[in-house]
């Protein structure tokens, strides 16, 4: 079966705290994991690639296969960072499967 | 360059109409993916089209088509609305080759009455 599960459906942290959002995954291919980001009234925009392993506005994720997760993390929270985050698996052919999705809630 | 354009970006339907919605992808892109996003099913993958052949079909009834023309544009058309066709949705092109990045349009909201 072919699944995301984003257990949390809002994180609520203060301004300068760590964040951690959780994903995993089921997948019997070799997975290609995405986090994207939806900001109030704008349209969904990849945020990361789990091959790129790089770090995009102080956030990052690491792919575990044996934990089958693909956390989003980043160490300090800022207020603009509040947005709906989804966890997405690619599974051919241009098709993503997404997560419930996390919103996340920076509180200053 | 500019990105997914969708059109319209909200409509009205009443039950048992149908709806054709329209978008435009990223320039040189030649793959095109749907997406239906509501609030209890969350984003769900409709269909993938790329140079006018459907690859990749999700799990919707066949009242959901699609189409895509030589020039890459996509037209989704859904016939004989249902109260639960309410929703946002989402086109997404990419180049379907080397760097894969999926990019979303804005959505066009459809209210089924």
């Known amino acids: 079966a072919q699944r995301v599960t984003q257990p949390e459906k809002l994180l609520s942290v203060f301004k300068g705290a760590p964040v951690e959002l959780k994903c995993n995954y089921s997948?019997?291919?070799?997975?290609?994991l995405f986090w994207y980001v939806q900001y109030s009234r704008q349209r969904l925009q990849l945020l990361l690639r789990h091959i790129s392993r790089e770090s995009i506005k102080g956030f990052t994720a690491d792919l575990n296969k044996g934990e089958t997760s693909f956390h989003l993390k980043k160490p300090f929270a800022q207020e603009e960072d509040s947005a709906m985050y989804y966890c997405a698996l690619s599974v051919g052919f241009q098709k993503l499967v997404f997560g419930t999705g996390t919103r996340l809630l920076v509180s200053p | 360059k500019a990105g997914v354009t969708q059109t319209p970006r909200y409509l009205i339907k009443t039950r048992g109409q149908q709806v054709t919605l329209s978008c435009s992808p990223i320039?040189?892109?030649?793959?095109v993916s749907w997406y239906q996003q509501t609030p209890g099913q969350g984003l769900q993958f409709l269909f993938e089209?790329?140079?006018?052949?459907?690859?990749n079909k999700g799990n919707f009834p066949g009242r959901f088509s699609g189409r895509q023309f030589s020039n890459s544009r996509s037209e989704m058309n859904v016939s004989t609305l249902e109260l639960g066709d309410s929703a946002l949705y989402l086109c997404?092109?990419?180049?379907?080759?080397?760097?894969?990045?999926?990019?979303f349009g804005e959505g066009s909201w459809l209210t089924v009455v």
């Open positions: 320039s040189g892109h030649r793959s």
């Open positions: 997404a092109s990419s180049l379907s080759t080397g760097e894969n990045t999926i990019y």
């Open positions: 089209y790329f140079s006018e052949t459907q690859r």
């Open positions: 997948y019997s291919g070799s997975p290609e």
